[in-house]
């Protein structure tokens, strides 16, 4: 609706809020977002939750959420589907969301929120030293992009690498007073950091999950060459993540009663999962990168390992450990100086391209390259490889 001066609200609204603070606003929100996802994730495995279970309610919701959007917004760009995608898919689906799912709740199990987060950040290094090994990227160590990126999959490796054998002593516990809170709080209380747990194990597990994700997003690449309707590519992954969890399920959890929501805060816990952080998040994150780009994205990643600090120590009494910190200052010092490598890559590359070639239509292939790397399972980091 226009008003009188020929202005419309949405317009008034522009003018109020520019289009980069809209930006800046929507990341922060969606790094609320993920590290929720993080301590709810782990609060549903200390409330009891299966960890088949989980996956398999989350990955549902996620699925059929997906599903529609997939079926009508891309009729006309879906491929016809043949056994070799078929197989592709269901292998992909291994990767990306079974071994992917399962090594994260099970190092979150005995890890913490905070150091899942801060070990996610050295996905886009292993992505690179993965797309090196198999020879889908080139090392220039005569440039400083590629020293930059060398120099940061090192400093991932070793953050990871600190954070599995050094857990070394506490530099923070909880005040008594929110201590005090939480013993006041029925729900905090029940929430709280599980002890007797491995650490080493844990984090194991975790960089298991990392190399997973990797992993999937170097296979996926040539897949969605010959596929690219990525809304469909990633609901027969889902399909086939859900199956191949209720066939694990067979095996691990023949007790009927876990497949039961015990109560509200579980039933919060999958929800949360399943909607928040995989599709409503990754409808958000998907505008995020066609505004800003995935190299602006990607570069909020630690907020989240903050944001999952400050929720840990509230929620679940969480303690910081000094290999955990150190670790983890490595390990986004590593994140940043591979994303200022891939940028100054990019920027490279555009300078040697002829102008003609620079022209808005390839700059909008390159993007929905780029979103075809998505992932609502785990997307966050998956934009920041655009070269693999």
Known sequence: MAEPGGVTLTQKLQGWFPERVQLHVAMLLLQFGYAGFHVVSRAALNMGISK???PVYRNILAFLLLLPFAYFLEKKERPPINLNFIIQFFLLAIVGITANQGFYLL??????????????????????????????????LDRKDGISKVAGTCFCIAGASVITLFKGPVIYSPSPTL???????????????????????????????CLSWSGWLVLQAPVLKKYPARLSFTSYQLFFGILQFIVLAGF????????????GSELFSVFYAGV????????????????????????????QTLVVALM??????????????????????GLYLVLWGKSEERKFMLQKQPPSIQ????HGISRT????????????????????
């Open 369 to 388: 390259t780029s979103h075809s790397k998505s992932s609502i399972v785990q997307p966050l980091l998956s934009q920041s490889n655009e070269n693999v």
């Open 179 to 209: 201590n005090a809170v939480r013993e006041m709080s029925p729900v905090l209380q029940s929430l709280g950091d599980a002890n007797g747990k491995s650490w080493t194990l844990g984090c194991l597990f975790l960089i298991g999950h």
């Open 252 to 263: 691990m959890e023949r007790d009927l009663n876990a497949w039961l929501i015990h109560t």
């Open 276 to 303: 928040v952080a995989s599709g409503i998040a990754f409808a958000v994150q998907i505008w995020c990168i066609d505004k800003g780009g995935p190299v602006f994205v990607a570069l909020y990643q630690p907020v």
């Open 359 to 362: 022209s808005p239509t390839d």
């Open 312 to 333: 840990a120590s509230v929620a679940l009494g969480e303690e910081f450990y000094l290999g955990g910190i150190i670790g983890a200052v490595l390990i986004i010092t």
């Open 107 to 140: 190092g979150l199990d005995n890890t913490s929120p905070t150091f899942a987060s801060a070990i996610q950040n050295s996905v886009p290094a292993i992505t690179f030293l993965m797309a090196v090994v198999l020879r889908l990227e080139k090392v220039r």
């Open 52 to 54: 088949i279970v989980f």
